[in-house]
């Protein structure tokens, strides 16, 4: 069936820091790729998302590449912040409107 | 702007008590979504509806009912708690036009089953 693996955390970066966190998934057809974000306490917010191969989104200094060649969506930031902290989630929409999603991965950022 | 509203958000519960969590969109949305969310585990879907009326079961429905008897309201039942069932619930929306659209989240309940 479809799945989404991301890599484990904790990732712990000092401030300015670049960040990457990988995420492949396998899914028949063409999924619609997705990050979410969720602060302490609170719900999931979409952060990007892209719909097709090749597409790239970006948000917040976030960025992500849909790329079929190598089923991945890795996120990545150039300077990251103390308020990045948080876990993120990468997520597949698998064209029947089911959202898979992936373990998620902490991130704390050090001042 | 409420969006996507659950409650209670915080329940503890004895073995074997029932109860509803609510789950209550303002946004017109036809699919509905409730996920469990356990460490190390990500989000799991548990029951989803792609419109008033509709259920389906998701990844992990044992244990829990579900209804949508408004478009706007998604129950999330459980008949006799278990302690497996101490989680965090997310229910979601979409509006299911397209693929590939946005999900939005409420802000999960907080269910604790001694």
């Known amino acids: 069936g479809n799945s989404v693996t991301q890599m484990e955390g904790p990732v712990t970066l000092s401030e300015e820091a670049f960040l990457t966190i990988n995420c492949t998934y396998t899914?028949?057809?063409?999924?619609?790729l997705f990050w979410y974000v969720q602060y302490p306490g609170e719900g999931l917010q979409l952060l990007l998302k892209?719909?097709?191969?090749?597409d790239k989104g970006s948000n917040k200094g976030f960025e992500a590449t849909y790329r079929k060649e190598t089923t991945s969506f890795h996120l990545e930031k150039g300077s990251v912040q103390v308020s990045d902290s948080a876990v993120y989630f990468c997520a597949l929409e698998d064209g029947t409107y089911k959202y898979i999603f992936g373990t998620g991965t902490r991130l704390k950022v050090l001042a | 702007n409420a969006g996507v509203t659950q409650t209670p958000k915080f329940r503890v519960l004895k073995t074997g008590q029932s109860m509803t969590l609510l789950c209550a969109q303002d946004?017109?949305?036809?699919?509905m979504y409730w996920y469990r969310q356990d460490p190390g585990m990500g989000l799991r879907l548990i029951h989803y509806s792609v419109g008033e009326g509709t259920t389906a079961k998701g990844e992990v429905p044992d244990g829990y009912n579900v209804s949508r008897l408004k478009k706007q309201n998604f129950l999330l039942g459980l008949e006799s708690a278990a302690p497996s069932q101490t989680s965090v619930y997310f229910c979601?929306?979409?509006?299911?036009?397209?693929?590939?659209?946005?999900?939005?989240f409420g802000e999960g309940s907080w269910l604790t089953v001694v």
């Open positions: 892209a719909t097709k191969a090749d």
């Open positions: 946004m017109n949305h036809e699919y």
């Open positions: 979601a929306s979409g509006d299911g036009t397209t693929s590939g659209n946005t999900i939005y």
């Open positions: 899914a028949t057809g063409y999924p619609s």
